[in-house]
């Protein structure tokens, strides 16, 4: 290990996380009856301009009186570029009392994004004696996000989770695709001509590169990976490849912007029983091995040694934490 100690943000079950506009009281009511893990209220993209008041006052009287349970509970601001996001932060926090949880940043560019935003929360809440610390989501969608990514993913102690924002992402990076999220048929590898034989076309993820790297940054920091939306809600089996394609490389979860959403998050981001068993006999057997003095052995034919025990570690704890949620 090296000598500098990772410090983990607060433990967090984060395997599905509904996106609910702030423009819509009723959808909140019903997102607060829902299995998702974390639901974020929205004074952002999914409300229009002349909305964007209302939908403020709805979040607050949503905070102040509907019973969010043991949901975490986050308010997505609008972007440090508009003139609503400093009233949607003194708002939220001088007039919707204790039961906040998080807000998430959108558009992240730089760190100095993260520390005005962070003075403007410490500012309210001190203003209002706040007892709970409000922590940050960061949703890395920009170019200028993704080439800061290492210096924004340290520049707060508030910060818990970094998301990818696919949608805006896309147009900062003037990708070729107008859906939100999945795979692109344009986005794929034509093997070689071996004489006549036909030639196979593999498609590819063109979003590997940018979870990869938000995985790597989150996770050197201490912070939840968390992917993005997946906007096709009619198509659960892509939404559930996308997810299980970022779950392989780390994320704790992905954001629902429909409630069937919800439920393939949830089952994509809980490690199965199976894993769960297995994990428990990657212990089970080092624990044996170290017994005897060795530090790799055989299970199932598969070489495992001290790093599978992390590994394990990870599930079993995972599992646990779900169990108890
Ligand atoms: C989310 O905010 C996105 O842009 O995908
Ligand atoms: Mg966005």
Redesign the pocket.
């Known amino acids: 290990m090296s000598f500098t100690l990772v410090q983990q943000a607060p433990a967090r079950l984060n395997r599905s996380e509904l ?1 609910v506009p702030g423009s819509n009281y009723e959808f909140m009511e019903k997102a607060a009856k829902s299995e998702a893990d974390v639901v974020f209220l929205d004074l ?2 999914a409300v229009a301009p002349d909305d964007k008041v209302q939908a403020r006052k709805n979040i607050v009287k949503a905070l102040n009186e509907i019973d969010f349970g043991k949901k975490t509970l986050s308010v ?1 601001i609008n972007g440090l570029d508009t003139h609503y996001m400093y009233r949607d932060v003194i708002d939220v926090i001088e007039q919707g009392g204790e039961r906040l949880d998080l807000i998430m940043i ?2 992240v560019g730089t760190p100095a994004d993260v520390y005005a935003v962070d003075m403007l929360i410490t500012q309210a809440e001190d203003a209002v004696g706040r007892k709970k610390k409000i922590g940050l989501e960061l ?1 890395i ?1 920009t170019a200028l996000g993704m080439a800061n990514i290492n210096e924004i993913a340290r520049s707060s102690k508030r910060l818990e989770s970094l ?9 900062s990076t003037r990708a070729r695709t107008t859906v ?2 999945g795979p692109n048929r344009m986005y794929g590898v034509l093997t070689d001509k071996e004489g006549d034989a036909a030639r196979d076309f593999h498609w590819g993820d063109m979003w590997h590169y940018a979870i990869a790297r938000i995985v790597v940054a989150a996770r050197a920091n201490g912070l939840r990976p968390c992917d ?2 997946f906007g096709d809600f009619k198509d659960p089996e892509g939404f559930k490849a996308q997810a299980y394609r970022a779950a392989v490389l780390g994320c704790e979860g992905k ?1 629902a912007i429909h409630p069937s959403q919800i439920a393939l998050a949830n089952e994509v981001y809980s490690p199965s029983e199976a894993e769960v068993t297995k994990a428990k006999r990657i212990l089970e057997a080092m624990a044996q091995a170290q017994k005897e003095g060795k530090g790799a052995v055989a299970l199932d034919g598969r070489l495992i040694d001290i790093a599978s025990i992390r590994q394990a570690e990870v599930l079993v704890a995972k599992a646990r934490q779900i169990a108890g949620a």
């Open positions: 996106a952002e993209d997505r959108p558009k949703i969608e998301h990818f924002g696919v949608a805006d992402y896309a147009a939100i999220g993005g939306p954001w």
